[in-house]
């Protein structure tokens, strides 16, 4: 019984930083691979990034490379994604997502590809 749980979501100013967490239960979190994805109103859900719980190498959309960084920590069971110089159209929900037992990710992850999901944490960016 996996669960994702995000935390640290709230609003900000263009510019700002927020620092969003998943915490991670009913998984040893030895072995996978962990995503991050955003949905504002009215689009679609979007992959932000994805990282091996192993501390792989991560990847990331391009609409915020250079200005998320995630990472994890498996000791702790945390996911996390650190947003800097964050941009009005930032604006959504943003979502923890994983796949147990995977070797590592793949290139391109698609929501398919996940099989847990937290419930969301949301992320507002003001002008």
């Known amino acids: 019984q996996v669960q994702l749980v995000e935390s640290g979501g709230g609003s900000v100013q263009a510019g700002g930083s927020l620092r969003l967490s998943c915490a991670v239960s009913?998984?040893?979190?030895?072995?996978?691979?962990m995503g991050w994805f955003r949905q504002a109103p009215g689009k679609e859900r979007e992959g932000v990034a994805t990282i091996d719980v192993g501390g792989g190498r991560a990847y990331n959309t391009d609409s915020v490379k250079g200005r998320f960084t995630i990472s994890t920590d498996s000791a702790k069971k945390m996911l996390y994604l650190q947003m800097n110089s964050l941009k009005p159209e930032d604006t959504a929900m943003y979502y923890c997502?994983?796949?147990?037992?995977?070797?590592?990710?793949?290139?391109?992850?698609?929501?398919?590809?996940?099989?847990?999901w937290g419930k969301g944490t949301q992320v507002t960016v003001s002008s």
């Open positions: 997502a994983a796949r147990p037992l995977w070797t590592s990710c793949k290139a391109t992850m698609t929501q398919a590809d996940f099989t847990y």
């Open positions: 009913g998984y040893t979190y030895s072995r996978g691979c």
